[in-house]
C-alpha cells in the first residue's frame, strides 16, 4: 500500500507540475501575441505617416507654394541677366540643360547645385546658365517658357529653383497655368501681365526649341546634362551628368 500512495503521490506531483508548465506556455504565448499586436500597431502608424507625409510633400499644387524663402536666401546678392546666374563677367561657364518637370534634376537643384552656386558662383568664379532641355512632356514646354519669361524680369533662377522644389509627378498634369503662376507671385516676378504675354510668345518659344536642339546636337540623351566653357577648355567640354557637386567644381577649377 505504502508503494501505492507513493506512486499516487509522484503522479500528483507530477500533473501539478505540467498544469504549471502549461501555464507558462500559456502566459508566454499571450506575451507574444501582445507584443505582435503592438508591433504591428507601430508599422501600421509609421506607414500612415510617411504617406500623409508624402502626400504634403508631393508638390503640384498651385495653392500651396512653398521654400520661396529658401530660394531668395541661397540666391540673394548674385545677379541674375535671364537665366544666367552669377557674373556676367565670370571666365567659366556652366551650362545645365534641364527639363524642369525631371525629377532627376529637382534632386541636382536641392542637392547637387547649391553648393556650386553659394560656393564658386557666389565668389564670382563662374556663372551659371540654365538651358531648356524638354524631354519628359508636353507640359514642360510651358514649364520652360515661364522660367524664360520670368527671367525677362531678373527672376529667372528664382523661378526654376522654386518650380523645382514645388515640382509633381512627371505628366500628371499639374503644371497648369494656375500652378505656373503662382510659381510666378513667389518667385518675384512682378510685372504678371508681362509675364503672363511673354511667355507664351513666340520668340520665347523659339528660343526653348533652339536649346533643345542643341542639347540633341551634342549627343544629350537625359536631363540635367552639363556643358561648361572657359580658358582652360578648348570650347564647349561635355560633361554629361557628373554624380556630386565635388565633380563640377573640379570642372570649374580645371576650365578656370
Given at each position: 500500500m505504502s508503494n501505492k500512495r507513493e506512486r499516487e503521490k509522484r503522479r500528483e506531483e507530477r500533473l501539478r507540475e505540467e498544469a504549471r508548465a502549461t501555464n507558462t506556455d500559456?502566459?508566454?504565448?499571450?506575451?507574444?501575441l501582445g507584443a505582435g499586436a503592438v508591433f504591428l500597431v507601430i508599422v501600421v502608424v509609421v506607414v500612415l505617416i510617411v504617406v500623409n507625409s508624402s502626400?504634403?510633400?508631393s508638390g503640384g499644387d498651385s495653392s500651396a507654394i512653398v521654400h520661396a524663402a529658401e530660394v531668395d536666401e541661397m540666391l540673394g546678392g548674385i545677379p541674375q541677366e535671364k537665366t544666367v546666374l552669377g557674373d556676367p563677367k565670370a571666365s567659366v561657364e556652366l551650362v545645365e540643360y534641364g527639363d524642369l518637370q525631371c525629377p532627376v534634376c529637382k534632386e541636382y537643384?536641392?542637392?547637387v547645385l547649391p553648393q556650386i552656386i553659394e560656393g564658386q558662383v557666389k565668389k564670382g568664379q563662374a556663372k551659371l546658365v540654365f538651358h531648356n532641355f524638354t524631354i519628359i512632356g508636353p507640359q514642360s514646354i510651358?514649364?520652360?517658357t515661364a522660367a524664360l519669361a520670368a527671367g525677362e524680369q531678373g527672376r529667372g533662377w528664382n523661378y526654376i529653383e522654386l518650380f523645382y522644389r514645388n515640382q509633381g509627378e512627371e505628366n500628371s498634369g499639374y503644371a497648369t497655368d494656375d500652378f505656373l503662376e503662382a510659381v510666378a507671385k513667389k518667385a518675384g516676378v512682378e510685372d504678371l501681365a508681362k509675364w503672363n504675354e511673354e511667355r507664351k510668345s513666340?520668340?520665347?518659344?523659339?528660343?526653348?526649341?533652339?536649346t533643345t536642339s542643341q542639347a540633341q546636337n551634342y549627343g544629350f540623351t537625359g536631363t540635367p546634362s552639363f556643358a561648361i566653357k572657359g580658358?582652360?577648355?578648348?570650347g564647349v567640354k561635355l560633361l554629361g551628368t557628373p554624380g556630386s557637386s565635388g565633380s563640377l567644381e573640379e570642372a570649374i577649377e580645371e576650365a578656370s
Open positions: 500559456r502566459r508566454a504565448r499571450l506575451l507574444q502626400s504634403s510633400e537643384s536641392e542637392q510651358p514649364a520652360g513666340k520668340r520665347l518659344r523659339q528660343e526653348l526649341n533652339a580658358p582652360g577648355t578648348n
